[in-house]
């Protein structure tokens, strides 16, 4: 079972918009609709964004969206904002009834 | 509102075994619809995925960490519980603890760090 691949970093100006990838396999992202993203700030509880490859919880912005095409998930920020600063991770939902995190992406707002 | 909260040993020594308990409020952990997991971060790194039970008990590992992970449950506390044994350096990390539906972690604890060090 190995991490879902994630770019390290990707940095956007406020009002832009970025995406930010998660490629997986046909065992994992692309066999299932499992897919769900996390924003996380240092030293506290990481948070759902998107789940099921696309909807989002209660509370959260519909600036971000999620999205998958094969075996590549994606989350897009819209209207980036200072607040959004932060690490994503994905993780998707695995055979075996495992369940997988990518590396993480750490976003910076310029 | 749900909450959940991680307890435990916050230094370990080498060779020993790292317990962990979750003890959930707001909420039964009986309920049929929702597993209940644990994530750690070791420190500069990523999420990993260390394990998943049931209520019923039913367990999911992380095949690298299945030969030294049990995850336990108990009802009646309404608590679950994370056993890692032969831990080394490499098991220093923050711990949290969350409940899982299809595949995503809606509720986390907010996390409990755990040093390996003699």
């Known amino acids: 079972q190995s991490a879902l691949t994630q770019p390290a970093s990707v940095s956007g100006s406020p009002g832009q918009s970025i995406t930010i990838s998660c490629t997986g396999t046909s065992s994992d992202v692309g066999s299932y609709n499992l897919v769900s993203w996390y924003l996380h700030h240092p030293g506290k509880a990481p948070k759902l964004m998107i789940y099921e490859g696309s909807k989002r919880p209660s509370g959260v912005s519909n600036r971000f969206s999620g999205s998958k095409s094969g075996n590549t998930a994606s989350l897009t920020i819209s209207g980036l904002q200072a607040e959004d600063e932060a690490d994503y991770y994905c993780?998707?939902?695995?055979?075996?009834?495992?369940?997988?995190f990518g590396g993480g992406t750490k976003l910076t707002v310029l | 509102q749900l909450q959940l909260q991680e307890s435990g040993p916050g230094l370990v020594k080498p060779s020993e075994t790292l317990s962990l308990t979750c003890t959930v409020s707001g909420g039964s952990i009986s309920s049929s619809s929702y597993y209940w997991g644990w994530i750690r971060q070791p420190p500069g790194k990523g999420l990993e995925w260390i394990g998943s039970i049931y209520y019923s008990g039913s367990t999911y590992y992380n095949p690298s960490l299945k030969s030294r992970v049990t995850i336990s449950v108990d009802t009646s506390k309404n608590q679950f519980s994370l056993k890692l044994s032969s831990v080394t350096a490499a098991d220093t990390a923050v711990y949290y603890c969350?409940?899982?539906?299809?595949?995503?972690?809606?509720?986390w604890g907010q996390g409990t760090l755990v040093t390996v060090s003699s």
């Open positions: 993780s998707s939902y695995t055979s075996s009834s495992l369940w997988v």
């Open positions: 969350a409940r899982l539906v299809a595949a995503a972690a809606y509720y």
